[in-house]
């Protein structure tokens, strides 16, 4: 069975620190990876996904992950928060077999960024 | 691109009685389905999803079902709610995910 890992519930960080957000799968076969982020008070918004090709994938907002797969991981990056980017983010993969592709969520990670 | 329509945004209901929440998928055809319940600290939970017209597979064993009358139609349904079936549902359809923007269920 599919499974997604974010380690980090909470996360507090100053305006323009660095960020990474982990978040591990488990599934054998080929996947496909996604980073959603919701802000609060707003539904799910998608950031960033990768399908194939070029593992670095850059999304909105100056977000970007890498996709390794030797680690299963596919961890969240930006360079330099902003307040706006308080939020929670959820990492969600969906397993590619035959017919079915359901997906499947992390528990999310509170990111609070402080001014 | 792909909206996902899902009703009502609100809803408080009795303990005991049915539930229907409908989601209806706009600008795509035969696209797969999905009802994931939010709830905090334990991210979205898959309950059901469907790749096509009466086909469901359940996630969870629960008090909820689904069904798939047609190709853009997907509904949450239950016979008689419980108070542990209040949360927040959303629907979703790929690819890749578009969320609905949600139902908020209060079972009283």
């Known amino acids: 069975a599919q499974s997604v890992s974010q380690h980090n519930h909470h996360v507090i960080l100053s305006e323009a620190a660095s960020l990474e957000l982990g978040c591990n799968y488990s599934?054998?076969?080929?996947?496909?990876l996604f980073w959603y982020v919701q802000y609060p008070g707003q539904h799910l918004q998608l950031l960033l996904k990768y399908f194939s090709g070029d593992p670095l994938v850059k999304g909105i907002k100056g977000f970007e992950a890498e996709f390794i797969k030797s680690k299963f991981s596919f961890n969240l990056r930006k360079p330099s928060v902003q307040w706006s980017d308080t939020a929670e983010y959820f990492c969600?993969?969906?397993?590619?077999?035959?017919?079915?592709?359901?997906?499947?969520f992390g528990t999310g990670t509170k990111l609070q960024v402080i001014p | 691109s792909q909206t996902i329509h899902q009703w009502p945004a609100t809803l408080v209901q009795p303990v005991g009685s049915p539930l229907s929440l409908e989601c209806t998928v706009e600008?795509?055809?035969?696209?797969?389905l999905y009802w994931y319940r939010q709830a905090a600290g334990r991210g979205l939970q898959l309950l059901f999803y469907?790749?096509?017209?009466?086909?469901i597979s359940s996630e969870v064993p629960q008090n909820l079902s689904a069904s798939r009358p047609q190709d853009r139609q997907f509904i949450l349904s239950s016979k008689k709610l419980l108070l542990s079936d209040s949360g927040f549902y959303l629907c979703a359809g790929d690819s890749p995910l578009h969320f609905g923007n949600g139902t908020r269920l209060t079972v009283t």
């Open positions: 469907s790749v096509g017209i009466g086909q």
């Open positions: 600008g795509t055809s035969n696209p797969n």
């Open positions: 969600a993969v969906r397993g590619i077999s035959g017919g079915y592709q359901k997906v499947t």
């Open positions: 599934y054998g076969g080929t996947v496909n």
